[in-house]
């Protein structure tokens, strides 16, 4: 799947900057959502729904936001592409709150090999099926949460891919989560909380390896602070806004944006560090 920049890819959030009359950010209204549901169907991946159950007393997490939203569908339309494209591979999802994006994941991860892939170099029948991969799905709060829903909506057999995980930013990760690179990291607005921006990076740069990890970041332009996180990010990763996804034009005029980071040459342990 190509991904696209255009010469103005610095700027992303530069244009939202201009807007900001000062650095202060203006809380999206917010609907207190305590026992109620969210059902979630996807136009290329229309054998499954998922159902979310959602909590915001402990905080704002506990909800589905728009960007996680934006993220699945994205992740439908690379597996639609490539029905292939997470069998094997380590996905970890930070900030997951409800868990939607992994609990998505974990699903497209079993269903890797389907026989309606329309990918151009599908698995082999007769092929020894390989490690089907592993996706944690994590955050700081909302552990309880995120195992109800994986509960709600995955089989026996997709749980095994799927673990619900407490990783704390800025902390070193667990083991478990370190054991095997990391190939895909998940992150849907995580970039709102000034005082979190050096603790998230650090735990990018920790579960990137070379040449290996991809990070595919959701965030919606809100402020100039945001703009300061993208470039200590850019110092570290190199990044990209994807505008291949077809749904660019309708998450675009919300603001929304879609960015793939690779950690620079140099910058993360290598395949054989410990």
């Not at 609907?31 to 991946?45: K, L, M, N, P, V």
């Not at 990918?119 to 007769?126: L, R, V």
């Not at 992150?187 to 070379?210: K, M």
Request: hydrophobic share 35%.
């Amino acid at each position: 799947m190509a991904y696209n920049s255009d010469s103005d890819n610095d700027d992303i959030f530069q244009a939202q900057s201009r807007l900001d009359t000062g650095n202060v950010l203006v809380q999206e209204q917010e609907q207190s959502r305590i026992g109620t549901e969210q059902i979630f169907a996807f136009d290329r991946y229309t054998s499954r729904t998922i159902k979310i159950a959602e909590d915001t007393s402990g905080g704002c997490g506990g909800k589905t936001w728009e960007a996680a939203t934006v993220l699945s569908n994205h992740l439908v339309h690379r597996w639609h592409e490539n029905h292939n494209f997470l069998q094997g591979l380590n996905v970890v999802e930070l900030g997951a709150g409800t868990g939607v994006v992994g609990i998505l994941a974990a699903m497209l991860m079993k269903d890797s090999g389907d026989a309606n892939s329309t990918s151009t170099n599908p698995i082999p029948a007769n092929t020894t099926p390989v490690n089907p991969g592993k996706v944690f799905i994590t955050d700081m709060l909302f552990l309880d949460l995120m195992q109800t829903n994986v509960d709600l909506n995955l089989s026996e057999s997709e749980r095994e891919c799927a673990k619900v995980v407490e990783l704390k930013w800025g902390e070193p990760s667990p083991a478990e989560v370190l054991s095997e690179p990391v190939h895909i990291i998940l992150a849907s607005d995580c970039v709102y909380l000034e005082a979190a921006f050096e603790p998230l990076l650090e735990t990018l740069v920790e579960l990137s390896t070379e040449g290996v990890t991809e990070i595919l970041i959701v965030s919606k332009k809100r402020r100039k602070a945001d703009k300061r996180f993208f470039d200590k990010l850019k110092k570290k990763f190199d990044v990209v806004e994807v505008k291949d996804d077809p749904d660019y034009p309708v998450y675009s005029r919300q603001s929304l944006a879609i960015l793939s980071a690779r950690i620079k040459k140099g910058g993360s342990r290598k395949l054989n560090d410990k």
